[in-house]
């Protein structure tokens, strides 16, 4: 089985300062990929980035990236420069090939002004 | 570029009635998943279908049931709908890379919100 862990229900930033949203996995699967996506309070699901278990680099895309950290398990989001259309709920997610995403719990971000 | 088309976008029903939900996914993807996410909590998985045959089930309720058609749209067909049922559903859908490593994104159509009451 697949898990997710996000401990940190909200977090606070401020405008066009850098953020950390942390997730950590547990699986038994050698190869996987990690997701997130962010939901705005419309509530679509925003597909933001991915990394694959067997990536040498970390994934960035525009102003995310991904910090991979195989040997500890851990696959945190940076967001660089926040704007206040970034609040929004992100989750990290996991699967392997065609398998269904497991999801963590989510981080509620709230960029201020 | 084309997104996952779901309908209806709203849906409000009473107990015990039954809806159905549809979903078109991105052109040339090759697997769909339906996913439900109540108030307040992360999306759970339902069901999946890949090249139109069922491929995964997740807590999928025996009161629900889905299909994936020759023109790859899916329903997701719900019957004696309680309470609880109300949530925003999603369907999801992905295209396979050369090689089952790693996941395959996956996009989110806009979702169905279904409220019961």
């Known amino acids: 089985a697949q898990k997710i862990t996000q401990t940190q229900p909200g977090m606070f930033v401020q405008e066009k300062e850098a953020v950390t949203l942390d997730c950590t996995y547990d699986t038994s699967d050698p190869s996987y990929g990690l997701f997130w996506y962010k939901q705005p309070s419309s509530g679509e699901m925003i597909f933001l980035i991915y990394q694959g278990s067997y990536d040498q680099q970390n994934a960035t895309e525009g102003r995310y990236s991904l910090n991979f950290q195989k040997a500890r398990k851990s696959a945190n989001l940076v967001i660089s420069a926040s704007q206040l259309g970034d609040s929004a709920m992100y989750f990290c997610?996991?699967?392997?090939?065609?398998?269904?995403?497991?999801f963590g719990s989510g981080t509620r971000l709230q960029v201020q002004p | 570029a084309a997104g996952v088309i779901q309908s209806p976008r709203h849906l409000i029903k009473e107990k015990r009635e039954t809806a159905t939900l549809k979903c078109y996914p991105i052109?040339?993807?090759?697997?769909v998943y339906w996913y439900q996410q109540g108030p307040g909590q992360d999306p759970q998985f339902l069901i999946s279908f890949y090249e139109k045959m069922q491929s995964d089930k997740g807590s999928i309720p025996d009161r629900f049931s889905a299909q994936q058609f020759s023109d790859y749209h899916s329903e997701l067909n719900m019957s004696s709908l309680e309470l609880g049922d109300s949530a925003l559903y999603f369907c999801?859908?992905?295209?396979?890379?050369?090689?089952?490593?790693?996941?395959?994104?996956?996009?989110f159509g806009p979702g169905t919100r279904l409220t019961v009451t």
């Open positions: 999801a859908s992905s295209k396979s890379g050369a090689n089952l490593q790693g996941g395959y994104e996956q996009y």
């Open positions: 997610a996991m699967s392997t090939g065609r398998r269904a995403l497991t």
């Open positions: 052109p040339r993807h090759d697997t």
